[in-house]
């Protein structure tokens, strides 16, 4: 790949995370006169590995009501409002614990006279995957079911020849089945950079395989990509195995069954 993008976006030096942490430490003295009551400073410029363009990300605990993106040369600033209910919420529901959990354990706390963002941090360096299990494999339940319904739409806009349906049906399929075998692997990612090719690695064989082509990475036709998405829903239900209820394993086989994708041999291998 050109290093033309590199050039024009570089990794962050220094002083670049200097200027980054003030202008962040200056917003966050704005929104907490605005009405927030805690502020901290999320995303790559918590986690070390930000590039020169990338957006500062604040997270905002309160009645703040000013606006969500603000220019501060040379940044994007991001304000994401939230409430301390929600994120707890965020801390234990699938699929954004993921997500959320990393990304608090990393955040820098720039205001928080109340001490509301210590509590949510302290609860994710606390987390602990069993402790939520249960919950998690009704999720994922419910994610087979729903997919299994977007497969058999992938199959129709192919019969119909609706190209650009069916490539939206196949984009959805190839970006969000990966986080299903996340939580399913309980793997957590942070940021959403480099997700899919992080999964890929985790997961790896006939799955990895089958995203690669449904993302297109392998020189594939349009239609061979499109079967490369019913055949990634396939790999994913062969992989969750015996998670799966009976009432979604015969949903997720009629959906296979529907788009020819091979199922195979359910693994015997537990999450972890």
């Known amino acids: 790949m050109s290093n033309e993008w590199s050039r024009r976006n570089p990794a962050a030096g220094e002083a670049d995370r200097r200027n980054a942490r003030s202008v962040a430490e200056a917003a966050a003295r704005e ?24 957006d500062v990300d604040l997270w905002t605990i309160g009645r703040d009501r000013s606006p969500v993106a603000r220019w501060r040369p040379p940044f994007l600033v991001n304000i994401h409002r939230t409430s301390y209910g929600a994120e707890r919420r965020r801390l234990r529901e699938a699929p954004s614990v993921g997500g959320s959990v990393p990304a608090w354990r990393e955040a820098i706390i720039l205001f928080d006279p109340r001490r509301r963002a210590a509590a949510l941090q302290d609860y994710a360096r606390r987390f602990r995957w069993a402790a939520h299990a249960a919950a998690h494999r009704v999720w994922i339940d419910r994610q087979v079911a729903a997919w299994a319904e977007e497969s058999t739409k992938l199959v129709r806009a192919l019969a119909t020849g609706e190209r650009a349906t069916a490539a939206v049906q196949r984009n959805l399929l190839a970006e969000n089945l990966g986080f299903v075998m996340a939580i399913h692997r309980r793997r957590f990612w942070g940021s959403e950079n480099e997700f899919w090719e992080r999964i890929a690695r985790t997961v790896g064989g006939r799955w990895a395989v089958a ?18 998405a019913l055949q990634l829903y396939a790999e994913t239900v062969r992989e969750l195995g015996e998670a799966l209820g009976a009432e979604t394993r015969a949903i997720a086989e009629n959906a296979c069954a529907v788009s020819g994708a091979r199922l195979g041999r359910r693994p015997a291998r537990p999450p972890g």
């Not at 995203?211 to 490369?228: H, I, T, Y």
């Open 31 to 54: 929104l907490a006169r605005a009405g927030a009551t805690a502020v901290v400073l999320a995303g790559s410029w918590a986690r070390g590995d930000a590039r020169r363009a990338s």
């Open 211 to 228: 995203q690669r082509a449904a993302l297109g990475l392998r020189g594939v036709s349009f239609e061979r990509s499109c079967r490369a």
